[in-house]
Structures are given as structure tokens and as C-alpha cells.
Nanobody, 123 residues
Framework: QLQASGGGLVQVGGSLRLSCAASGRALGTYDMGWFRQAPGKERDFVGTIKKVTRSTYYADSVKGRFTISRDNAKNTVYLQMNTLKPEDTAVYYC??????????????????WGQGTQVTVSS
């Protein structure tokens, strides 16, 4: 079970940090991904972090603004979002266990999903 949290309403240029916590599953054993879905659109890749090296890879649309990190001791993965734009408005999902090779940017490849948290950026 994955639980995403930390979403909310923020103004343009603001920041939010999303968390993805797990119960009954050790996130440290998985490559983790973040995705987002805006109304009427497909679920889009945001970024991913490797389970051991903690290497990260991001979609071009968020590169330089978003940062993924993980604390395996706390069984939690984070998505730090800075300089938020209206087009970042979406429901954000964390996902575990992407496929090889890394980076896996396809939502269908991930085995486990959280319930999503809404991020709204107001202009």
C-alpha cells in the first residue's frame, strides 16, 4: 500500500513537497516513479529514482524544478516541487517497481500505485 500526501493549493512560483509512504512494503527494494494526471489527459511521467544508487531522471517539463529523493529508513519517497506553474496542476501519483531498463517512464510498467494527491497551482 502506497500513500501519497502533501498536495494542496499553491500560487505560481511556489513550492510543495509530496511524500509517498508505504505500509507492508519496503520501498528500498524498488525503483520508484512519480506521475501526474490532469483532467482529461493521460497519466504522464514526472520522474524516477533508482533503488540503490538513487540516480534520478526527470521529464523535460519538470527538469530543474522538481527533485526526487528517498529515505529508505523511513520507507518514504519525496517529490520536491519548486517554481510551480499552472500547467503543473494535476493529481500526482507515486508508483513502485518499474521495469528494466531504467529509467522506466511508462506508467503501465509500474506494479504498485498510491491513491494520488491533488496539486493545484493558481495564477
Amino acid at each position: 500500500q502506497l500513500q501519497a500526501s502533501g498536495g494542496g493549493l499553491v500560487q505560481v512560483g511556489g513550492s510543495l513537497r509530496l511524500s509517498c509512504a508505504a505500509s507492508g512494503r519496503a520501498l528500498g527494494t524498488y525503483d520508484m516513479g512519480w506521475f501526474r494526471q490532469a483532467p482529461g489527459k493521460e497519466r504522464d511521467f514526472v520522474g524516477t529514482i533508482k533503488k540503490v544508487t538513487r540516480s534520478t531522471y526527470y521529464a523535460d517539463s519538470v527538469k530543474g524544478r522538481f527533485t526526487i529523493s528517498r529515505d529508505n529508513a523511513k520507507n518514504t519517497v519525496y517529490l520536491q516541487m519548486n517554481t510551480l506553474k499552472p500547467e503543473d496542476t494535476a493529481v500526482y501519483y507515486c508508483a513502485a517497481d518499474g521495469s528494466w531498463p531504467w529509467p522506466d517512464i511508462k506508467a503501465d510498467d509500474y506494479a504498485y500505485w498510491g491513491q494520488g494527491t491533488q496539486v493545484t497551482v493558481s495564477s
